[in-house]
């Protein structure tokens, strides 16, 4: 295959991905959601989770977005060095965008700072975000995706403490950014907490946080603990599906770790909805694909 | 117009204050009628610019919502994805939204706060919540776009 036929290909590939991941949750999202709706007793919640999973067959069947909110597209790349199409990556993972919100629909969520318009296209300025790391030695190229809405993205925040104030003091900025924030993101939420040396590098963290499957855990025995306890203390809000009360708000917390400066601590909370458009694909160098997050995924081209 | 029809409580526009008298917290209602989407900078126009908006929505409802909308060949509309967006952005200017518009129910996302609680009890209205994220039930529940602008 050419070089140009392998970006059509992948970008092809690519836009059918990310029009799929719009209308169809990941595997562990909803196996997540069943577990927790089989443990609500109350009616209310009952219903929240009735009407979740009839939106789901609805949104397949319909072949629609199952939230209108689609989100600010995202990419972390996991590019390997010798992948050989990592000169147009960053074109066709932009085109990619464009095609898939003509084709899916997806809403037009690229809006210019500063002139402050809607660009109409979903792409922008540094839209779709791109993280990247470069894997050495590999022709691979893995890439999470995601939709990152308003509703996820509103409790975000980050801030360095001083170590005086301890874990506990990142417990504390996790707590009262769940208990303000938490209900308008529209709960059961998947939790992302990144610990760094910065304000940016926490930030980065809790995003890949979220990229984690639900129900990992962090490899450090006292990171893992933190997760659980952190989520039986969000749980005990009692927030609920929606915030209507219930036993569970939370599908899981997710901790990413970096080491820190002597001086500082940071922590950064970062949130996925119960809608937690998240897909996972890799492509080999010649543009055969693997999807890790969604079983049956059967793209066209 | 509040109608009990198996055992629902349909709210059917126009609505009056009184048909919100036996609404409690909790309760699940139905809503038939007229519905305009509406959000941050509608709110912006009308309370802090004095503007006008295009629809009269004066004893209807309104949704906190950016839909996803396709324009047919002949030119009309369908609903294709719509739900609730964060309503506690409208949150500083609800009171004064109410006030002005007569609206009398505001669904939305998440919580509301003050502004709007005082909204409703001096002008009647009432503030409920969509199951969030839920925007294929929703749209499949749109019998007809009017207008979209």
Known sequence: MTNDAKVKLMTDRLAEFIAYTAKKLPDD????????????????????????????????????????????????????????????????????????????????????????????????????????????RSDRCEIYTYMSGGGCSLPGHAKVLMPGEGY?????????????????????LLVGIGIGTSVETAALNSKKALMRPIGSHNDNANAAKLERLLEDGINNIGLGPQGMGGKHCVMGVNIENTARHPSVIGVAVNVGCWSHRRGHIIFDKDINYTVTTHTGVALSC | MLKMENGRKILVTPIAADDLQDIHIGDIIYLDGDLTTCRDVAHRRVVEEGRGMPVD??????????????????????????????????????????????????????????????????????????????AVVAAASVEKIVEAQ
């Open chain 1, 29 to 136: 999202v909803i196996g997540k959601l069943r577990e927790l709706q089989a443990q609500e007793t109350d009616p209310l919640p009952k219903v929240i989770y009735e009407t979740m999973f009839r939106n789901q067959e609805l949104a397949v069947q319909w072949d629609r977005p199952s939230c209108q909110d689609t989100g600010a597209l995202q990419f972390w790349v996991r590019a390997g060095a010798h992948f050989p199409l990592l000169d147009d990556l960053a074109d066709l993972l932009r085109e990619a965008v464009i095609k898939a919100t003509q084709e899916a629909p997806l809403r037009h969520n690229a809006v210019e700072t500063f002139d402050e318009y809607n660009t109409g296209k979903n792409v922008g300025k540094g839209v779709p975000t791109i993280f990247w790391d470069i894997v050495p």
């Open chain 2, 57 to 134: 929505v004066r004893h209807k409802a309104i949704l906190h919502a950016g839909p996803i909308i396709r324009t047919n060949d002949d030119g009309s509309y369908e609903m294709v994805s719509v739900g609730p967006t964060t309503s506690m952005r409208m949150e500083k200017f609800e009171y004064g939204f109410v006030k002005k518009t007569g609206v009398r129910l505001i669904a939305g996302k998440g919580g509301m706060k003050g502004n709007t609680e005082r909204a409703c009890r001096e002008f009647g209205c009432i503030f409920c919540v969509f199951p969030a994220g839920n």
């Open chain 1, 168 to 188: 506990e003091g990142v417990v504390r900025f996790v707590m009262d950014q769940m208990t303000t924030y938490g209900l308008n993101a529209c709960p059961p």
